[in-house]
């Protein structure tokens, strides 16, 4: 088990609840992970796969949830945000539970002084859905390709092979999927801006990036059911976007208030 040790970790979109959370691997990254404050940035728990299909916590996703606690005992600082799937949760905004903080968005203040909106994203959607049929249809189509991607996935294993997003490659082939993308950065970014903030970081979209657009930081941190993606940022203030494969991979980073050195 490889440890990661980081000043501040941003993770979101689990779905606990829902057979598409890839816990056991989540579940080792929260076992080696080490951290004065972590963000859980929204769907946390799927609740609406629990509500609609009476799910049940697997021993994997049961672990996540005792890393959660250990991390807490260890003197993590955890800020629950919760998102659309979980969003009965944000009754709770402004309590101090135990071990936890629950708020509807944060402002998070980086060692290097730079400030970034943290908010799941699902504020967003008002100004990027433009409805009609095509998205209707894909948001219906969205637990089958999950369902392919588990089973891709399966026989993967079965061969040796690591991990691939299925559900990311046929998003990526999708000229409506990229626009989307494109207008809810946009419209994250202006959200930063209209707070006067360096950034934001979010999830909610399952696509993991870490760019700077006309000098505001766009840091979204994945999910834990495509991407098995996660934030992180160093003692100085880096913002690296890590894939988890049994090891923590950067796969961007953004040094210092400057300007993007590699996106994902």
Known sequence: MTNTTVRTAFVSDMHLGSPNCHAEALAEFLAGLRAERLYLVGDVVDLWWISARRASFDRHQSAVIERLRDLARRGTEIIYIPG?????????????????????????????????????????????????????????LYDYVLASNRLTNRVRRSLGMRYWSLADFIKRQSDLAERYIDRYINAAIGAARARRLDGVICGHIHRPALIERDGIVYANDGDWVESLTALTESQDGVLSLIRWHGRAEVIAELPGPSPLLAAA
Not at 115 to 136: A, I, N, P, S
Request: include cysteine; proline fraction near 2%; glycine fraction near 12%.
């Open 84 to 140: 659309n799937h979980d969003r009965s949760l944000r009754e709770l905004c402004g309590l101090v539970l135990p071990k936890m903080i629950v708020r509807r968005d944060a402002v998070h203040r980086a060692s290097d002084g730079r400030r970034y909106l943290v908010t799941h994203g699902d504020d967003f959607d008002g100004d990027v859905q433009h409805g009609g049929w095509q998205e209707r249809l894909g948001d219906h």
